[in-house]
């Protein structure tokens, strides 16, 4: 009698857990949804920044030391000095999820510098002055490459807002040639001296973790919205951050916008690229297919 109740119970709780199980779906399921398909938007721009690059030369080993050069142009200084600038931001979307990278290359010649110093190790900096400087110019090849992931945190007919996370590569090669009026002799007493005509060169590749918000806000019923973007991060940086903003235009094959962007970079000492900050123009036309 024992083992058939409890024969009789366990076919009980079956039979009630089947009957709770059904209860829960559905009457009617409709069919999954079919996957969202993929938004592409490629978007080549000019960007006409104002370049500030503090930059940390190694002396030669005979001198032993830095020698810290500043790079300083805008619009107005480099554009003949361009020998060649490419710039293309693109994205893919698949409802809330989205992926995305902007691309930056350009090699600029003989571009406005000059030497702020002579540091000798363990020796006090030896200014430069301009006057000195008879002739000081940079060549500069900067590689800026960002490649992130994103999440719609928010949207409607206001317009949305991503959450992102990525990184950012900062490329630089830099080499300054120099004329000047004076020549120092190097603290090692091994005859060697700085000055006169020469050259000094390095390169960096700075990583960067980064983290933002990305998104537009439509204005009214108009074609008008405001784009924004801003991040910032660390690694290679002690921080690398970047804003911008501005006003774009809707059409049926995509959108033009112009906005002000602000990148930054900033390193300590020991980095060829000490700070790098690149502020301007921009005017970007958005293909969406």
């Known amino acids: 009698m024992l083992r058939r109740a409890l024969a009789w119970a366990a076919f009980g709780a079956l039979a009630g857990a089947l009957g709770t199980a059904r209860a829960q779906q559905p009457i009617n399921a409709a069919p999954p949804p079919a996957p969202q398909a993929w938004q592409f938007n490629v978007a080549p721009y000019l960007w006409l920044p104002t370049i500030h690059s503090t ?155 980064i983290a933002g918000l990305r998104g537009s806000v439509h204005l009214g019923q108009t074609r008008l919205f405001v784009p924004y973007y801003v991040d910032i991060g660390g690694g290679g940086s002690q921080p690398t951050w970047q804003v911008s903003s501005g006003l774009g235009y809707q059409f049926r094959w995509g959108a033009v916008s112009a906005v002000y962007r602000y990148l930054s970079f900033n390193q300590s000492s020991d980095r060829v690229v000490k700070k790098m900050t690149l502020g301007g123009p921009m005017l970007m036309a958005d293909f969406t297919f």
């Open 55 to 209: 930059l940390n030369y190694d002396l030669p080993a005979g001198l032993g030391g830095r020698l810290p050069t500043e790079v300083s142009a805008g619009p107005g200084d480099y554009i003949s000095h361009v020998d060649i600038a490419a710039a293309l931001a693109a994205d893919a979307r698949n409802g809330r999820f989205s992926v995305f990278t902007d691309v930056l290359y350009m090699r600029l010649s003989n571009t406005p510098s000059h030497i702020r110093s002579l540091d000798f190790l363990g020796q006090p900096s030896i200014p430069i002055d301009r006057s000195l400087q008879t002739s000081t110019g940079t060549t500069l090849r900067a590689t800026v490459w960002t490649l992130a992931g994103g999440y719609t945190v928010a949207q409607g007919e206001w317009g949305n807002l991503d959450a992102f996370v990525g990184l950012r590569l900062l490329g630089v090669r830099a080499q300054t040639n120099y004329s000047l009026a004076l020549t120092v002799q190097g603290p090692q007493g091994n005859g060697a001296t700085f000055g006169g005509i020469g050259g000094a060169s390095g390169n960096s590749q700075i990583w960067n973790g």
